[in-house]
């Protein structure tokens, strides 16, 4: 209610004006409507349309069709329930969500530097409902400021914020690879090591589930 309160009071009764903040939940609507008919990256796909991704800082975003030729170059079919799927460079989570599709019991991890792909990667896991770990940090200084955790439950997935320490604990996990790749924009499947799984339980140990609902995050 904070945040909506920046927006201004409602002048008239509700559908009788349009209000700044009905945008968002106009947008909800549209969003939540078209991955009912066909999932997609359409948060992505409007971030690049509306030219917001940075070429000058070496923002790129990889295209969906190559997104699914690099996951079926490294990314198994039989993709284990407790593999990890790493993205260093997650963008909007395209390739998350590849592996998503593959295994949605195993663990994602991505990591940005940019917080708004940040928030993308984080609502494309959300409504998939997959075990996730969302990193604003850098994977090459293994710096974290922040992030989110997406937690599967059978109600659908809760969505908790990751304070900078969390999130350096995630980025510093000690996972050993099974499997690598030659690219830093190309995920890479690990099997977690007893330390970092200890790591992923403690961590994941600290959220409760609001039962009220998704509140406080800034969206």
Known sequence: MAIMARYGPREAPMGQKDHPADHFARALGVWMAAMQAEPADYLGRVYEEQAVANAYAGQFFTPESVV????????????????????????????????????RFATFVGTDTDLTCVHMTAL??????????????????????????????????????????????????????????????????????????????????QFTTDPKGQRGFGF
């Open 68 to 103: 699914e030729l690099m996951a079926a170059m490294t990314l198994p079919e039989d993709l284990p329930d407790d593999s990890v799927v790493a993205d260093p460079a997650c963008g909007s989570g395209r390739m998350l969500v590849a592996g998503i599709r593959r295994n």
């Open 124 to 205: 494309n896991c959300l409504v998939r409902n997959a075990n996730t770990w969302i990193i604003h940090g850098n994977s090459l200084s293994l710096d974290a400021w922040g992030g989110y955790h997406v937690r599967r439950t059978w109600l659908g997935g809760a969505l908790h914020r990751l304070t900078p320490e969390q999130a350096t604990e995630i980025l510093r996990a000690p996972f050993s690879r099974a499997q690598t790749t030659t690219s830093l924009t190309a995920p890479t499947v690990h099997q977690p090591s007893p330390d970092a799984k200890a790591t992923l339980d403690q961590v994941s140990a």
